[in-house]
């Protein structure tokens, strides 16, 4: 099973980031705990303390054009808080 993962860079995950050394993923709707903590200390060379996770429903979209109305749907995904240990950082653009 491939599991995708990308950092959410926001004001608010910026702040979870520098306040609490919390910082967050959208992640696979198939992932569990186990599988981000994995991925996460794989990647940045970390080691992961807490994973929180956070399910989220894909959306119903419409729009109105001349050709009628288009409806569709947003993807579901899912949301990982991973808690980093103490005097650890992540910086999401070091493997760019």
Do not use: W
């Amino acid at each position: 099973m491939d599991i995708q993962i990308k950092p959410i860079v926001t004001e608010k995950a910026t702040a979870y980031a520098e306040k609490q050394n919390r910082y967050t993923f959208a992640v696979s709707p198939a992932a569990n705990k186990f599988q981000i903590k994995d991925i996460v200390e794989k990647l940045y060379n970390v080691r992961v303390d807490k994973v929180n996770i956070a399910n989220y429903a894909g959306k119903r979209k419409q729009r109105y054009t001349k050709g009628g109305i288009i409806r569709g749907r947003r993807d579901a995904f899912k949301k990982a808080y991973v808690t980093v240990a103490e005097g650890q950082k992540i910086d999401y653009y070091s493997n760019i």
